[in-house]
């Protein structure tokens, strides 16, 4: 791969513009220096870009050792021993394809064409490169995949309330005189937050609050840090409530006009004191008293609201807990008040024809992605009334290692009777299992359009340097796929990726790909009114719910609605409140373990790059020192960690950070850093939650010793 000829000496690097693909809310506006026609150098934040203002993280700044990362994906694949052995054989793509082509249409004959699961998910966030398997999916009739990682029960939570998924301007907290980061650590997982977050603290003495259940890197910074014990948010956010309407400071013209209830709210949360939430949530009832006094005394608050606390069985009651607590105050009438959690209600791109629309049919059985390993091991409540399923293509997602119930998952994937094709750049835990392994391109090596749930931008990411020899894109794959299988010819197919951005772009009325070459991006902040809701928030009555209709017709912007309410919905509460859904500790497992991210990997990714490697180290348990006294574990001895799931080993690290009881987990390692070759995942659960599903990555008890 090195075969570019070097820059001459004083010659400056060509800049190219890109966006990062990576699933990261940020969706950071990239300045790539492009060093040949096959060679990048430094990538940074462009600063023209409002919302990136020139910061990224250290990862993606860091791109060339992943692009010519010599462990690269270059050639197709085809499995030589057994499943899992390691033994390949290389092939040419025509022949690979072929391959993939005839054991899918083998399948299909044998079990009907719902067999075939073309899994997916956000590896990259480009919207031809991701979105493209729906067309492949629709016109073969495919299996359909109900998409539970990782939003559902946020999302859920907060357009139960809300009635719409935007907020005001995430540059906005930068005006703010009191910022409030829930439940995501976003020094680690969105760097953005924190540049506009620290403006404030900078420019305006705004308070930082943290909210999360360690003190993670974010909290690291914070004036105020609250830790709560998992799962238990939504105890915090109702007594915070209860002292805004105790003490006068919830706004009640303002919840009169823009609310459903607030009447019967305020009556429910009589019994809702700080001392009832201290003995849930674990924060003492005089810092959620100063919290509540901090939030209500300052109009400009700003509730940025993360992933990472949703992420539990009562996640979707703990998202809207939270969001109602902003609501109470009245904040959203201030620039630089009311909370914030995704924009992604406001790009509404036409993908009709890159997902092959036409050809869709909700009626064809769902697949929840989360539950892989119980629909490969054939459980029928997961199988969803269809046919087992024996074929699969995976892009942009490494199950092997991020679904729960890993072992389940490892199971499934060995099955013989399985057909795996796995679409990769790198050899993960899910492509060394596979059938046939596809190198694939990465995105400055192909064209794409990205818009960022954490800002407000599209951005043009157009292809700035050729692949090596080898990888090709997902599009391509599609498209060969398609013809083989006898659906080129179907409405979406044939077109290039430009052809594709255009008609997204057009059907907008937001120019098209030359034209996004030169302005790079377009910035879709809804103004001000329709940002704060003062029009109304998105329901048709425009007022905000704060007794939600959790299993009702969804507003505009709907949770994911498609499998239909799914879980323990009738547990769902009538107000905001504590509801003990979550898998607690109990006398067998007496903690309560989360799952959080790491800085340096993101999501399954990076754990190949040198640099993030050396900065994460190794698989660690941090766990408090009291806690650790009592298990007589010292600082970097062996721990031993399980559940009825699984159990696997680690080193423990010795941090008052969390609370007593709790143990945290820091990022997605690749299942062969652990001793057992089992990842993290064998621990974590992949019930659906109520009311529209989503995995509790974060919610898992377990018990731990020393090893
Ligand atoms: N570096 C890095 N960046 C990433 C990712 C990564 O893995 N690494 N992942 C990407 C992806 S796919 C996503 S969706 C986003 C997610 O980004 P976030 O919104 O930040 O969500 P999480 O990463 O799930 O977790 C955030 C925080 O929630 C905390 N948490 C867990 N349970 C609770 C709880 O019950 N209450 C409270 N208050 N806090 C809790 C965790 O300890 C963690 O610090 O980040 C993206 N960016
Ligand atoms: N325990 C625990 N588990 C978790 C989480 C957690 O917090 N804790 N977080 C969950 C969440 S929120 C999410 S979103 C999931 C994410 O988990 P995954 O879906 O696995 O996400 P990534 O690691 O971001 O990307 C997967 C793969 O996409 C590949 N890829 C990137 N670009 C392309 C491309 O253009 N083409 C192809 N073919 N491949 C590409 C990358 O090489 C990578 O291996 O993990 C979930 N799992
Ligand atoms: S912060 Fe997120 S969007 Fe920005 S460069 Fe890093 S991973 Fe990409
Ligand atoms: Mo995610």
């Given at each position: 791969m090195n075969d570019a000829s070097p820059l001459k000496s004083g010659q400056a690097p060509a800049i190219g513009y890109s966006a990062c693909p990576h699933d990261c809310p940020s969706t950071c506006a990239l300045e790539v220096e492009v060093l040949a026609h096959n060679r990048i150098g430094r990538v940074r934040g462009d600063a023209a870009n409002s919302y990136t203002a020139g910061v990224i993280c250290a990862k993606v700044a860091r791109?060339?050792?992943?692009?010519?990362?010599?462990?690269?994906?270059?050639?197709?694949?085809?499995?030589?021993?057994?499943?899992?052995?390691?033994?390949?054989?290389?092939?040419?793509?025509?022949?690979?394809?072929?391959?993939?082509?005839?054991?899918?249409?083998?399948?299909?004959?044998?079990?009907?064409?719902?067999?075939?699961?073309?899994?997916f998910y956000a590896g990259t966030m480009g919207l031809v490169q991701r979105d493209g398997i729906h067309r492949l999916r629709h016109a073969k009739r495919y299996s359909n995949q109900f998409d539970s990682y990782c939003t559902n029960l946020a999302w859920t939570g907060f357009s139960m309330g809300a009635g719409a998924l935007r907020g005001p301007d995430p540059r906005e907290m930068a005006k703010s005189d009191c910022v409030v980061i829930w439940g995501t650590n976003a020094v680690s997982t969105q760097v953005n937050v924190m540049t506009h977050a620290m403006r404030a603290r900078k420019e305006r003495g705004a308070k930082i609050v943290v909210i999360d259940v360690y003190e993670n890197q974010t909290m690291k910074q914070a004036d105020v840090k609250l830790v709560v014990k998992p799962g238990t948010d939504a105890a915090l956010a109702c007594a915070a409530m209860h002292v805004l309407f105790r003490d006068g400071l919830a706004d009640r013209e303002y919840l009169n006009k823009y609310s459903d209830d607030p009447a019967g709210l305020e009556s429910h949360l009589q019994s809702r004191t700080p001392e009832w939430a201290e003995a849930i949530c674990g924060v003492p009832a005089a810092e959620i008293e100063a919290f509540a006094k901090l939030v209500g005394t300052t109009k400009r608050s700003f509730f940025r609201l993360g992933y990472g606390f949703s992420r539990q069985r009562n996640g979707a009651i703990n998202m809207h807990a939270a969001l109602s607590l902003a609501v109470v105050t009245g904040a959203y009438q201030y620039e630089g008040g009311g909370a914030f959690h995704s924009n992604s209600g406001i790009f509404r791109l036409d993908k009709s024809l890159v997902e092959g629309r036409k050809q869709y049919d909700p009626g064809l059985r769902w697949l929840d992605q989360s539950q892989l390993g119980r629909v490969l091991t054939g459980e029928p409540e997961s199988l969803n009334g269809g046919p087992p399923v024996t074929a699969m293509l995976i892009q942009n997602t490494n199950p092997a290692n991020v679904v729960p119930e890993q072992r389940k998952a490892f199971r499934g994937l060995m099955r013989e009777d399985l057909f795996v094709a796995v679409h990769e750049q790198f050899m993960t835990d899910t492509a060394l299992l596979a059938d046939v392994v596809l190198p694939a391109t990465m995105f400055l090596e192909h064209?794409?359009?990205?818009?960022?749930?954490?800002?407000?931008?599209?951005?043009?990411?157009?292809?700035?340097?050729?692949?090596?020899?080898?990888?090709?894109?997902?599009?391509?794959?599609?498209?060969?796929?398609?013809?083989?299988?006898?659906?080129?010819?179907?409405?979406?197919?044939?077109?290039?990726?430009?052809?594709?951005?255009?008609?997204?772009?057009?059907?907008?009325?937001?120019?098209?790909?030359?034209?996004?070459?030169?302005?790079?991006?377009?910035?879709?902040?809804?103004?001000?009114?329709?940002?704060?809701?003062?029009?109304?928030?998105?329901?048709?009555?425009?007022?905000?719910?704060?007794?939600?209709?959790?299993?009702?017709?969804?507003?505009?912007?709907?949770?994911?609605?498609?499998?239909?309410?799914?879980?323990?919905?009738?547990?769902?509460?009538?107000?905001?409140?504590?509801?003990?859904?979550?898998?607690?500790?109990?006398?067998?497992?007496?903690?309560?373990?989360?799952?959080?991210?790491?800085?340096?990997?993101?999501?399954?990714?990076?754990?190949?790059?040198?640099?993030?490697?050396?900065?994460?180290?190794?698989?660690?348990?941090?766990?408090?020192?009291?806690?650790?006294?009592?298990?007589?574990?010292?600082?970097?001895?062996?721990?031993?960690?399980?559940?009825?799931?699984?159990?696997?080993?680690?080193h423990a690290k010795l941090d008052p950070g969390p609370r007593r009881g709790v143990v945290i987990h820091e990022g997605l390692w690749p299942n062969s850093a652990f001793e057992g070759g089992e990842g993290i995942n064998i621990l974590t659960g992949a019930d659906a939650c109520a009311p529209y599903g989503g995995a509790a990555f974060h919610d898992t008890k377990v018990w731990v010793r020393k090893a």
């Open positions: 791109y060339a050792d992943r692009i010519h990362h010599p462990d690269r994906l270059l050639k197709p694949l085809i499995r030589a021993g057994a499943k899992g052995e390691g033994k390949w054989k290389e092939a040419s793509f025509d022949a690979a394809l072929d391959l993939i082509a005839e054991k899918f249409l083998k399948a299909e004959a044998e079990f009907g064409s719902e067999t075939v699961w073309p899994a064209d794409d359009i990205y818009r960022g749930g954490g800002n407000q931008h599209i951005i043009l990411g157009p292809k700035l340097v050729d692949p090596p020899e080898g990888p090709k894109s997902n599009h391509y794959v599609i498209e060969e796929l398609a013809k083989r299988l006898g659906v080129g010819d179907h409405e979406g197919f044939g077109l290039t990726e430009r052809q594709h951005i255009d008609y997204m772009l057009q059907k907008r009325g937001l120019g098209d790909f030359d034209s996004f070459k030169a302005d790079k991006w377009v910035d879709l902040q809804p103004d001000f009114e329709t940002s704060h809701f003062l029009g109304g928030f998105g329901h048709k009555d425009g007022k905000y719910r704060f007794r939600p209709d959790w299993t009702g017709t969804p507003a505009a912007n709907k949770p994911p609605k498609r499998m239909g309410p799914q879980g323990p919905v009738d547990r769902l509460p009538t107000f905001p409140d504590h509801v003990e859904l979550i898998e607690s500790a109990d006398a067998e497992h007496p903690f309560r373990l989360a799952t959080s991210p790491s800085r340096s990997f993101l999501n399954s990714t990076f754990s190949e790059t040198p640099g993030s490697k050396a900065k994460e180290i190794r698989p660690t348990l941090l766990i408090h020192p009291e806690d650790a006294a009592a298990l007589g574990l010292g600082d970097g001895d062996r721990v031993r960690l399980g559940n009825m799931r699984g159990d696997l080993s680690m």
